[in-house]
Every structure is written in structure tokens, then in C-alpha cells.
């Protein structure tokens, strides 16, 4: 039995309109595609930055440095005379004036050696108020030939050795008295005590490498640093100017400054370093500067009248130098090639490239094109970002949780076109 071809080969006809069909399914979807692409000619949405202007203001020139907080006078509290520490008539980081007793020996020895030194000079006195007599006696009887001259000069060479004893005696009088005065030790000028170094009932020596005590004098305080030596020249030349200040911040203080006077720079730059060292007087009234605390030293030589200064987030590096994106008509971005001086303060000094007033975006370059449309973007304050902060801490989880669902369900319920679902029971 032969079978029939035809059955198995189809017409055409039919071959033609499955092509057909074929193809219409190939080019539909990227027929889609190029729908929903944008034309060349489309105008893009304008970029939302963060803007600023570019302002004139008068800014310090001002040279920074790591400075070291230095007591104006320091003094190493020794005894001048041996013996026993009685008594200490402080505290421990104990204000001081000068003057102010400090410590107390033990003073009996020397008012015993003080007593018998007057007691020498008595005596002694009376042996040459008698030896002067003699001198009298014998100058008549050597008239009278009854003596010789030797025994004359024996007499005045012996009332003149009397002399020199009584002298003698009223030394010692005056050095018994200032070792007995010396039994009080006194603060040699006002400022800080330290640590207590020696405790009363301790045997004390005369000039000993121990000290008793060491005070700072901290009203008024330097504050020492040092500068590169390619610096010296532009100190040098404004050392005689009236704006010379130094400016010391305090470390976690939040930008407290206390303000001094240069009062030294060294006659030498260190060798080993290149560096040159300075120092600041400062009143140092309220305290804040402590011996030995290190602080941000700023000196500033003069004042730079009316720069143009703009936010330091403005200026960003590119392949040739400093760029900042400036905002001109109908809100289109360029960007402009600038010459920054320096940074001061979180702020740019710009000294070629851009004037005073024109608006510069500070946050949202990365998102920029070239002839590109800005829109500004408003930055919360930090207050109302506190609070923000504050109210979404103190949210529960639960009721965070459900803000945050809410949104969702009624988008979901409003794409239905109804109302809300009701929880199933």
C-alpha cells in the first residue's frame, strides 16, 4: 500500500504564514523596546545639588603648629639647712603665693646655735672694751717711760684682734639667724604646687637632688612650637606688625581658643629638624592651659582683606588642578578651573577663578553631565536632624514596624481600586 505525499508536505501557502507569524514574534519586543527608549532631542531631569555662594570676607592669614603648653617658671622647692621636717603647711596642687609658708624644720638646733653666738659677741665685747682701756693705760706710761714700746704695741694688737672678733662674732649672730629663718621654707613665687615629693618626720639635707616640691608658675603661660624654616621668612617679616597672635584650641573643647602675643623666636633654625622654634605669652586667666597639655597653635601674621572663600566641598581635584561646578543662567552647571591658595576653617580661599556671589554646588558632583540643569536641594538643619534622630529612638519596634508597613498595604490596597482588607479572623 503506497502512502499518499501530500499528506505529509505542507503547501506553500501555509509555510508562507507561519514565517510570517515567526517574524512578527522576533520584532515585536524590540519594537517595544525602542518604544519605551528615550529620543536623542529628550530633555534630562535637572540634578538636585547642594548650593552655596561664594562670599568676600577678610581671613587671617595664619600659620598652624602643634604647640606644647609651657609653665612660665618652674621651681624645684630644696631646704637650705639639714634637719627634720616638722610640718607641711599645703595641699597637694594647692594655689600659692609668694611668700606663703611651706614647709617648717625643725628650728631648735639653730636657735640654740643663734644664742650662743649673741652670747660669743657679748663676751667678746667686753674683752675689747678692756683691751682698749689697756691701749689708753699703756700709751701714758710709755710717755712716762714705765713701759716699753713693745709692751704698747702688744696692747693695741690686741684690742685690734678683739675687734675683728667681735666683728667675727656678729657674722656668725647673722648667719645663726638665717639658718633659723631658713627652718620656714617659703614659696619662692606664686603658682601651682605638684606633688608632695618628701613627708613631714623625714630627715631633710641642705641642698639635696631631692626636691620637697615642684611649682609651676601658670599665670601667665607660654605656649612653645616649632615651624618649617621656609616659614621663617614670612614670620620674620610681620614679627613687628600688631596682628602677630598666636591662637591656641584646646583639644576636645569644641573650638575654644585662647588668644596670646608672640613673645620669642629663636635665634637658630635645628639642624636636625629644619625647624624653628616659637612662643606664645598667654594671660591663661580662667586656667584652661595646663603645663605640658598639647594644643593646635595658630599664628597668624596678617589679615587677608575681602578673599573669596567658598565651602571646601566645592573645590574637588581634577586631572589639571583644583575645579569648582558653578551655577550661571537658567540653573546650567560649568566647571570652572580655580586656583586655591589655602584651606582655612572648612573653607576654600580661592584666589583666581571665581567672584564673590556666584553659587557653587557643594554635594551632588558625581551626578553631573556637561551643560547640565541643577536644582537645589535643601539640607535639613542639624537641629531638625537631631530631632529626627531622637523621635526615631524613642519609636517602639512594633509601632516602628507598622509605619513602615502602612505605606505598603494601602499602595497595595489603592492598585485593587478598594478599600483596606479586613484582617481575616
Not at 657674722?171 to 633659723?180: D, F, H, K, Q, S
Not at 523621635?391 to 505598603?408: D, H, L, T
Not at 492598585?415 to 482588607?421: E, I, K, M, N
Request: proline share 7%; hydrophobic share 45%; charged share 20%.
Amino acid at each position: 500500500m503506497l502512502l499518499n505525499p501530500a499528506r505529509y508536505f505542507l503547501s506553500a501557502k501555509t509555510c508562507l504564514v507561519l514565517a510570517v507569524l515567526a517574524l512578527c514574534s522576533v520584532l515585536a519586543p524590540a519594537c517595544s523596546q525602542d518604544k519605551d527608549r528615550p529620543r536623542a532631542g529628550a530633555q534630562r531631569p535637572p540634578v538636585p545639588v547642594v548650593l552655596a555662594q561664594a562670599a568676600a570676607k577678610d581671613v587671617p592669614l595664619e600659620l598652624k603648629a602643634i604647640g606644647r603648653v609651657e609653665p612660665l617658671a618652674t621651681v624645684s622647692v630644696t631646704a637650705r639647712v639639714s634637719g627634720q621636717l616638722k610640718k607641711v603647711h599645703f595641699a597637694e596642687g594647692d594655689n600659692v603665693v609668694e611668700g606663703e609658708v611651706l614647709f617648717t624644720i625643725d628650728p631648735r638646733p639653730y636657735q640654740a646655735a643663734l644664742d650662743q653666738a649673741q652670747a660669743n659677741l657679748a663676751r667678746d665685747r667686753a674683752y675689747l672694751v678692756e683691751a682698749q682701756q689697756d691701749v689708753v693705760r699703756y700709751a701714758a706710761m710709755l710717755k712716762g717711760n714705765f713701759v716699753s714700746q713693745q709692751q704698747y704695741d702688744q696692747a693695741v694688737a690686741k684690742a685690734q684682734s678683739l675687734k675683728a672678733t667681735v666683728a667675727a662674732d656678729a657674722a656668725a649672730i647673722e648667719t645663726a639667724r638665717l639658718n633659723l629663718e631658713f627652718c620656714t621654707i617659703r614659696s619662692p613665687l606664686a603658682g601651682r604646687t605638684g606633688q608632695l615629693l618628701v613627708n613631714a618626720g623625714n630627715q631633710v639635707q641642705a641642698g639635696g637632688s631631692q626636691p620637697l616640691v615642684v611649682i609651676n608658675q601658670v599665670q601667665p603661660v607660654y605656649v612653645g612650637f616649632s615651624l618649617p624654616e621656609r616659614d621663617l621668612p614670612l614670620v620674620v617679616k610681620h614679627r613687628d606688625d600688631p596682628d602677630l597672635l598666636v591662637r591656641a584650641e584646646l583639644p576636645r573643647a569644641n573650638g575654644t581658643a585662647l588668644q596670646g602675643r608672640l613673645s620669642f623666636i629663636d635665634n637658630k633654625v635645628d639642624a636636625d629638624t629644619g625647624t624653628v622654634r616659637l612662643r606664645g605669652t598667654f594671660a591663661n586667666q580662667n586656667l584652661k592651659l595646663w603645663p605640658g597639655l598639647f594644643v593646635d597653635a595658630y599664628l597668624r601674621l596678617t589679615v587677608q582683606k575681602q578673599a573669596v572663600v567658598v565651602p571646601s566641598r566645592a573645590a574637588l581635584q581634577g586631572p589639571a588642578g583644583p575645579v569648582v561646578f558653578v551655577v550661571g543662567e537658567g540653573n546650567q552647571v560649568r566647571m570652572q578651573p580655580v586656583k586655591v591658595s589655602r584651606y582655612l576653617g572648612g573653607e576654600a580661599i580661592i584666589a583666581q577663578g571665581i567672584k564673590a556671589g556666584q553659587k557653587v554646588v557643594t554635594d551632588g558632583q558625581l551626578l553631573l553631565y556637561p551643560e547640565a540643569t541643577v536644582v537645589e536641594r535643601k539640607v535639613p538643619s542639624t537641629a531638625q536632624s537631631l530631632a529626627a534622630q531622637v523621635k526615631a529612638s524613642q519609636a517602639k519596634p512594633g509601632q516602628a514596624k507598622a509605619v513602615q508597613a502602612e505605606p505598603k498595604g494601602e499602595a497595595k490596597d489603592k492598585g485593587r481600586g478598594g478599600a483596606p482588607a479586613k484582617p481575616k479572623q
